[in-house]
């Protein structure tokens, strides 16, 4: 039961870019649409949770023995940006219009901050094997969560008439920040 309220407390009341302001770009840059914006959060998701694994074990079987705590961003980045060249691989050849749809956002997750937030806040809560794994795919799971939402409402502002000073990024602002408020009705949860 703890491990559920992790899971939920890490998707919902900690929300890594609604609460930690982390992963704006991808979901002010792909949210446009809704099929593109479900895509990139679970290619996000991947990265993120076999992320948030992998830096666990190499915080704990690499850095912290060998005493080189030092090079932590940079081992995690390499990391990262290992998966996300086999994630970039498995979607060319598994589907090619989804990899022509993501463009330039997919290879950018490398350099996604709430990716590497991840294993970052996760060393700095001293979490175990499972609440890191946990930690991971609740940020993925949030993250994917307001990719979807946020492209939701953004769909039908395309449709609503907007004020010429509003439209565009302006309005894709004041929504986004009515969705962290809402967010933040989650905090009494857990």
Not at 30 to 59: H, N, P, Q, R, Y
Not at 74 to 80: P, R, S
Request: with cysteine.
């Amino acid at each position: 039961m703890d491990y559920l309220l992790f899971l939920i407390g890490t998707a919902l009341v900690n929300n890594m870019v609604l609460v930690h302001f982390l992963g704006l770009c991808p979901v002010m840059g792909v949210s446009s649409k809704l099929d593109a914006s479900l895509s990139m959060g679970l290619a996000t998701a991947f990265v993120m949770t076999i992320g948030g694994i992998s830096s666990w074990l190499i915080e704990h079987y690499v850095l912290l023995p060998l005493g080189i705590g030092f090079v932590r961003i940079l081992a995690y980045i390499v990391l990262i940006a290992g998966l996300v060249q086999l994630m970039e691989l498995l979607i060319r050849k598994g589907s090619p219009l989804l990899h022509r749809s993501l463009g330039i956002y997919l290879p950018l997750i490398t350099t996604n901050c709430a990716v590497i937030g991840v294993p970052l806040i996760s060393v700095r809560e001293n979490h175990s094997l499972a609440e890191a794994s946990l930690y991971g795919f609740g940020s993925a799971l949030g993250f994917t969560l307001v990719m979807v939402i946020f492209a939701g409402m953004r769909e039908r502002l395309a449709l609503a008439r907007v004020p010429a000073a509003f439209a565009g990024a302006p309005i894709a602002f004041v929504s986004a920040g009515l969705l962290a408020l809402t967010f933040m009705g989650f905090g009494g949860l857990i």
